[in-house]
């Protein structure tokens, strides 16, 4: 059995997750981090001593930290398809708009703009740093937007390790209130995402419990 920690309003737990559904992995998840604490306990500190989430516990298998490696490790286990090919060169295409996804599209829109939207009162938000935030981040969709013009999916022709970490925050960013360019090809890619069951039970999911109003 697989278990995962995390509250299932955190994106990096998401994007787990969503890997385990596609794969069609039998797990467990269990509530840690923000108000459901446990992530500063020993046991906790043990498993992850960053005390973040999500943490991955399999077997006899060490504990795994940091949504990357975890999603790596279950395809390196347990898929051998186009999900996460078997070739060296085609993973290494794969792997590196996986790579390109987290560093420019989830980690320029997690902390600059999410949080700064949704995670800061109104009263204490910084409109001109969202604006630059987001000029930035359309820089870098405009990237996935060519990309997708000839690609179904991001790294190619097939839904790919690459799609978790890029798809994972499209939920956030299409449904916050913010200005967004036209992206016609992230558009249409998203309107894909959001029909799979698989990205709706694990991505698609109420992040009200973050908002800070006041």
């Not at 898929?79 to 987290?102: M, N």
């Not at 204490?124 to 405009?142: E, F, R, T, W």
Request: hydrophobic share 40%; aromatic share 12%.
């Amino acid at each position: 059995m697989i278990k995962i920690w995390g509250r299932k309003s955190s994106s990096n737990v998401q994007a787990v997750v969503w890997c385990l559904e596609i794969l069609q992995l039998p797990y467990e998840r269990q509530d840690a981090g923000f108000k459901y604490g446990v992530i500063d306990t020993p046991e906790y500190l043990e498993l992850n001593p960053n005390g973040t989430v999500p943490t991955l516990v399999e077997d006899d298998l060490p504990a795994l930290w940091e949504s990357g490696a975890i999603i790596r490790h279950l395809a390196n286990r347990y898929c051998d398809t186009d999900f996460w090919p078997g070739d060296a060169v085609s993973r290494a295409l794969v792997d590196q708009w996986a790579e390109w996804s987290k560093i420019n599209i989830a980690l320029e829109f997690t902390s600059p703009v999410f949080w700064k939207v949704v995670r800061t009162a109104p009263s204490k938000q910084d409109p001109v740093a969202i604006a630059a935030a987001l000029k930035s981040l359309h820089v870098k969709l405009a990237i996935a937007d060519r990309q997708l013009a000839s690609n179904e999916y991001l790294a190619g022709p097939h839904l790919t390790l690459a799609d978790v970490q890029f798809g994972h925050v499209l939920y956030r960013y299409f449904d916050i209130d913010i200005e967004r360019q036209s992206l016609p090809n992230v558009e249409r890619y998203y309107s894909m995402l959001k029909s799979r069951e698989d990205y709706q039970r694990s991505v698609m999911i109420s992040y009200e419990e973050l908002r800070v109003t006041d």
